[in-house]
């Protein structure tokens, strides 16, 4: 089902574009063995030669074929941008460069350089961002189980990523699961890592909604985010 739907949408960008399309690729959980259909996106990159308004609008057809299809607006680059792009996207480029399946056309991304020196800070803004909108969110939020179930979910991936290059800005190896950036994140931290055990169980269908207790589990949550946040800002400090 989903190859037939990435095969359809590069069959369609192609029709559109014609010459304009470079490469077409997938990355993120869906070029990997995480992939759940529930909770994960099919993310796609497409390169094109030119991406000013003209070429751009060519591409609406199959777009919105894909966004009725429940799925995000591909991110579309033209080489010279991506390439420029390094510097302010370390986190985003290194993960299509270690997770990535070409869809159409040439790998682009093996010899994209990102600078590395600028990884370490976009990983402490990204977690001081993201802990302070799931605060945020939490607040403006209904005080139901239900809702603070989904503020977990909806935000359990882009956490797990931070916590994987969290550890690779720390100069260890890339995990390979998220289940291993968050134990590893965890041991670094010196914070326990239940409440995301409990959310990735929920996510693998292994734990069940009603078994859990949401407000314990929410304050976990967002604790476990705030020692991760706070641990790591402070080795960045220690080394300045």
Not at 14 to 35: H, M, Q, R, V
Not at 83 to 97: C, G, H, N, Q, V
């Amino acid at each position: 089902m989903i190859d037939s739907m990435l095969d359809e949408l590069v069959q369609n960008l192609k029709a559109a574009a014609a010459d304009n399309l470079k490469s077409a690729i997938l990355y993120g959980s869906a070029a990997t063995n995480e992939f759940h259909a529930k909770h994960s996106d099919l993310n796609v990159l497409c390169v094109v030669g030119n991406a000013d308004a003209a070429h751009l609008e060519a591409l609406h057809g199959p777009v919105e074929w894909w966004i009725r299809r429940g799925q995000r607006p591909p991110l579309v680059f033209t080489l010279e941008e991506l390439r420029r792009s390094a510097d302010i996207f370390t986190i985003e480029l290194l993960d299509m460069k270690s997770r990535h399946r070409i869809l159409y056309g040439e790998n682009v991304l093996a010899d994209l350089s990102v600078p590395l020196q600028y990884h370490s800070i976009q990983v402490e803004r990204e977690l001081r961002t993201d802990w302070l909108r799931f605060r945020q969110a939490i607040l403006a939020a209904p005080k139901k189980s239900k809702v603070y179930l989904e503020l977990m979910a909806s935000s359990f991936s882009a956490f797990a990523a931070l916590f994987r290059h969290a550890l690779i800005a720390l100069g260890e190896a890339p995990p390979e699961t998220k289940l291993e950036a968050i134990d590893r994140i965890a041991q670094f931290s010196g914070a326990h890592p239940g409440a995301f055990h409990t959310i990735l169980g929920i996510r693998e269908g292994k734990v069940k909604e009603r078994d859990i207790d949401v407000e314990k589990t929410l304050n976990q949550y967002s604790t476990f985010v705030e020692a991760v946040t706070e641990r790591f800002d402070r080795n960045l400090d220690a080394k300045k």
